[in-house]
């Protein structure tokens, strides 16, 4: 399994923006689909943003346009560039490293709370 960390997690205002972020251990970060969840205070864990091994990405619909997930295989990292945060986006934000036969590593998450 892969180690992953996550920081960047903060106090924001709405409107403001905030940039997560994700290392990865390991030397195969770049075959690995890395993704960004999140769960909410009594809510499910939910799919936020993926980054896959092909370059290709994929946005949940209630976060589109307002973030953008992108990844450095140089520097095993993967990004989350959150901007018009809202309070809905309260929650703590989990990285994902997934890879087709072996189980998913979680990172221990990083808290994200949007208030005025």
């Known amino acids: 399994q892969v180690r992953l960390v996550e920081s960047g997690g903060e106090l924001v205002q709405p409107g403001g923006s905030l940039r997560l972020s994700c290392v990865a251990s390991?030397?195969?970060?770049?075959?690995?689909?890395m993704g960004w969840y999140r769960q909410a205070p009594e809510k499910q864990r939910e799919f936020v943003a993926a980054?896959?091994?092909?370059?290709?990405?994929k946005i949940a619909d209630s976060v589109k346009g307002r973030f953008t997930i992108s990844r450095d295989n140089a520097r095993n990292m993967v990004y989350l560039q959150m901007d018009s945060l809202i309070p809905e986006d309260t929650a703590v934000y989990y990285c994902?490293?997934?890879?087709?036969?072996?189980?998913?590593?979680w990172g221990q998450g990083t808290q994200v709370t949007v208030t005025s």
């Open positions: 994902n490293a997934a890879l087709e036969g072996f189980a998913s590593s």
């Open positions: 390991g030397t195969m970060f770049r075959i690995y689909d």
């Open positions: 980054t896959h091994s092909d370059g290709t990405t």
